[in-house]
C-alpha cells in the first residue's frame, strides 16, 4: 500500500515539475520576450499598504492569490510554430478546460483553464495568441497559477499592461 501511494505522490510531483518547465526553454531565446512574475514577487506585491479604492484594491487582493505569472512573445514564424505545437502537446498531457476562443481576421486567441474547488476558482489559465498579420507578436502564450477568481483577472491585465488583456477580459465577463 505505501508503495502505490508513494508511486502516486512521486508521478504528481513529476507532471508539476513538468508542467512548470514546459514553456522555460523559451525563456533563454533570443527571438522571445519573457515576463516572468513569480509566486514571491506577488508576495512582495500584496504586502504594499496603500490606501487602495476600486481597481487597485481589487488587484492588490488578486496578487495575494497569484503564484506565477509567464508570458512569452515572439515575432519569429518558426519560433511562433514551435509554440503553437508546445502548447497543444501541453493540453493533451495536462486537463485544462477551454474557455473561449476567438477568431478575428487572422488573430486566433484560445483559452483554457484548470478549476479549482469551485466553478468560479482557477487554478490556471493559458492563453495562446496567434496573430501572423502581427510581424512583432506572431504568438503569445500566457500562463497563470495560483486560486484566483476569473472576475478578478481583468485588474491584473489593466495594471500589469498585458497582452491579451482585452481577450481576457472578455473572458471574466462570459
Known amino acids: 500500500m ?13 507532471s508539476v515539475g513538468f508542467s512548470q518547465s514546459t514553456f522555460d526553454k523559451y525563456e533563454d531565446s533570443d527571438v522571445v ?10 508576495e512582495l506585491m500584496g504586502k504594499i499598504e496603500v490606501d487602495a479604492k476600486g481597481t ?14 509567464k508570458v512569452f512573445m515572439t515575432g519569429n514564424v518558426k519560433v511562433a510554430s514551435d509554440m503553437k505545437g508546445t502548447v497543444a502537446s501541453y493540453l493533451k498531457s495536462n486537463p485544462l478546460e477551454e474557455l473561449m476562443r476567438i477568431s478575428d481576421g487572422g488573430k486566433k486567441v484560445n483559452i483554457y483553464v484548470k478549476s479549482g474547488a469551485s466553478a468560479n476558482i482557477v487554478k490556471e489559465l493559458l492563453m495562446f495568441i496567434e496573430s501572423p498579420e502581427d510581424k512583432e ?3 503569445i502564450v500566457l500562463s497563470l497559477t495560483g ?28
Open 137 to 139: 507578436n506572431q504568438a
Open 33 to 42: 520576450k519573457t515576463i516572468i512574475v513569480n509566486k514571491k514577487m506577488f
Open 2 to 14: 505505501k508503495k502505490i501511494i508513494l508511486g502516486i505522490v512521486f508521478m504528481m510531483f513529476a
Open 56 to 69: 487597485e484594491k481589487q488587484f492588490i487582493e488578486l496578487v495575494k492569490k497569484l503564484d506565477n505569472l
Open 147 to 174: 486560486n484566483f477568481n476569473l472576475d478578478e483577472i481583468s485588474a491584473l491585465t489593466e495594471k500589469m499592461n498585458l497582452p491579451g488583456g482585452n481577450e481576457l477580459k472578455k473572458a471574466s465577463k462570459k
